[in-house]
Antibody
Framework: QVQLQQWGAGLLKPWETLSLTCAVY????????WSWIRQPPEKGLEWIGE???????KYNPSLKSRVTISVDTSKNQFSLKLSSVTAADTAVYYC??????????????????WGQGTMVTVSS | DIVMTQTPLSSPVTLGQPASISCRSS???????????LSWLQQRPGQPPRLLIY???NRFSGVPDRFSGSGAGTDFTLKISRVEPEDVGVYYC?????????FGQGTKVEIK
């Protein structure tokens, strides 16, 4: 059973860089795209970006200038960096599998596995 | 960006009664490959989201059959045939047809 475990700093000052990592356990890392999604307090979900096992990335244009997603296939991990954070970046950050995958015969087009979430607070 | 609009935003329901949530997209969600990548997520209080339905009407592994999805093009519906206590939470529609992937604003299902 595939599980995602994520970690990273939970309290940042304005203009610092947010850094989170997500590890994939119990299943294949290759063949999938892996996403970061965030949820501000009492608000909805926002897709941040995705990466595949070859390091190919796509970012939400609303955050693109500040986001970097990277992958370490030797550890089955992928990471998020968000620079120059402000209070508006305060949110629970989730890692998730999908929505894309290479296997067209079993293609959900959905975020099917989620990490537990990491609350990140930006405050001076 | 494709805007996903859900109605209602809040749905008080009596236990054992049905519930229905609508989701409308600002553009057709039919992909060039012919599939429609509209899915539904459930988020229970204090939990991460969980996939319920993918490609409009396919239940994900382990999802009870009281959950069903329907629709086409730009209009979609999630139905719960008989609401159970564990169904309390927020439900989101999401599209993975066109970048950037987007979500509806969420519909809160609560017990009357």
């Amino acid at each position: 059973q595939v599980q995602l475990q994520q970690w990273g700093a939970g309290l940042l000052k304005p203009w610092e860089t947010l850094s989170l990592t997500c590890a994939v356990y119990g299943g294949s890392f290759s063949g999938y795209y892996w996403s970061w999604i965030r949820q501000p307090p009492e608000k909805g979900l926002e897709w941040i970006g995705e990466i595949n096992d070859s390091g190919g990335t796509k970012y939400n244009p609303s955050l693109k200038s500040r986001v970097t997603i990277s992958v370490d296939t030797s550890k089955n991990q992928f990471s998020l960096k968000l620079s120059s954070v402000t209070a508006a970046d305060t949110a629970v950050y989730y890692c998730a599998r999908g929505p894309r995958r290479y296997d067209s015969s079993n293609y959900y087009g959905a975020f099917d596995i989620w990490g537990q979430g990491t609350m990140v607070t930006v405050s001076s | 960006d494709i805007v996903m609009t859900q109605t209602p935003l809040s749905s008080p329901v009596t236990l054992g009664q049905p519930a229905s949530i609508s989701c409308r997209s600002s553009q057709s969600l039919v992909h060039s490959d012919g599939n429609t990548y509209l899915s539904w997520l459930q988020q229970r209080p204090g939990q991460p989201p969980r996939l319920l339905i993918y490609k409009i009407s396919n239940r994900f592994s382990g999802v009870p059959d009281r959950f069903s999805g329907s629709g086409a093009g730009t209009d979609f519906t999630l139905k719960i045939s008989r609401v159970e206590p564990e169904d309390v939470g927020v439900y989101y529609c999401t599209q993975a047809t066109q970048f950037p992937w987007t979500f509806g604003q969420g519909t809160k299902v609560e017990i009357k």
